[in-house]
């Protein structure tokens, strides 16, 4: 089977590397590690798909020094201290040519016993830690850890370095090399690919696997768009699709289609989209659409966003269905929605309108000298719990923000809104 364009392409040596010139370019501090041979442990800090894997196997070969590599995601403390002991067997050996390097990918998965247990090979010296992560160190790694490191950033790789990329792919590619390719344009090509080289180069593999063998491979903003959406597992968390999916979602949840809101989750949760991320979108959207036309709403969102948070993959479809049908299926209303940005435009075009002297709080025998509270009136000393008093700064009291939508739960709350102000809503 043949292996992926990304693979088959994957750099062997510094000067095939793409990318990341502050760091590995002439005169740079990893080029000057690798150069000299002595590597100090490190972190490297940066988005999927700019070379952080690659550039510790390039290291690791370069120097020839024996390489470990572990994943945060499927490994334990267990397996950390089994990898430590081969390192200290490595160390022990005639044969070893350098100080064995320990590649932990996603480091910033790893809870603080696991990171713990890295501590002592590292200060001791007996492995080369090289960590790779997606967020910020400070955040995610403990702090004797990153005391004992560098964190170098990597950066999105910038058009001309996806260019550069395209023009490899295009002539050294054992593949691609041998097909008849024409470039009319990149920007859709460039666009999706978003600074990762990763995905452009699964694009690369798209468009060539989707072209008969002997026909012309074109890549152009037409077909490269029209690949990616006939392709659901090109969805891509970091992308335009991305945006354009949960756009969809969002507004096929609003408009109560719960078809079309779920299969836009599908597509979501095939892609590999981030679960909590899905389910912020719903906590958001139980506010802004349905709001008082059903306050349950958010109440059944929040406790997704928090079983999502405890369950994950793969049982947490499960909850974010079964919220995305209760939301697709509600009544809707923004009205809470659009009276906060009504207020806000209104506080924005007004200023600090002073609170009146009847609302202010009075702590201090000065401060009701001067009618601070004076002639406030206590609801609950009124039948109802309501007496007709004003809120408002002087300036502002006729005005108003919140304007019921046409729902069974607003209609009460208009009626009694109307009853208490004289049908002022």
Known sequence: MQAPLAERLRPQNIDEY??????????????????????????????????KTTLAKI??????????TLSAVHSGVKEVREVLDRCKTDARSMFS???????????????KSQQDSLLG?????????????TENPSFEVIRPLLSRTQVYVLRPLE????NQLLERALTVDPVLSTRTVEVESTKALFRFAGGDARKLLNILDLLEQ???????????????????????????????????????FIKSVRGSDPDAAIYWLARMIAGGEDPEFIARRLVILAS???GLANPNALLLANATFDTIHKIGWPEGRIPLAEC??????SPKSNSAYMSIDSALQYVESTGNLPVPLHLRNAPTKLMKELDYGKNYMYAHNYPGNFVKQQFLPDEASTATFWHPCSNQSEDKLKSIQEARWDKKY
């Open 324 to 329: 995305t049908i209760y939301l697709a299926t």
């Open 210 to 248: 989707s072209s008969p063998t002997g026909d012309t491979i074109v890549i152009n903003d037409r077909l490269v768009t029209d690949r990616l959406q006939k392709n659901p597992m090109a969805y891509d968390k970091d992308g335009e699709m991305h945006y354009d999916i949960i756009s969809a």
């Open 18 to 51: 793409i990318g990341q010139t502050h760091l590995v370019g002439k005169g740079s501090v990893l080029r000057g590690m690798i150069e000299s041979g002595h590597v100090a442990s490190f972190i490297l800090w940066g988005p999927p798909g700019v070379g």
């Open 59 to 68: 290291i690791a070969k370069t120097t020839e020094a024996p390489f470990y």
């Open 288 to 290: 802004e659409d349905i």
């Open 97 to 111: 040519k350098g100080r064995p390097i320990l590649f932990i990918d996603e480091i910033h998965r790893f809870n």
């Open 121 to 133: 090979a590292v200060e001791s010296g007996l492995v080369t830690l090289i960590g790779a992560t």
């Open 159 to 162: 058009e001309p370095e996806l």
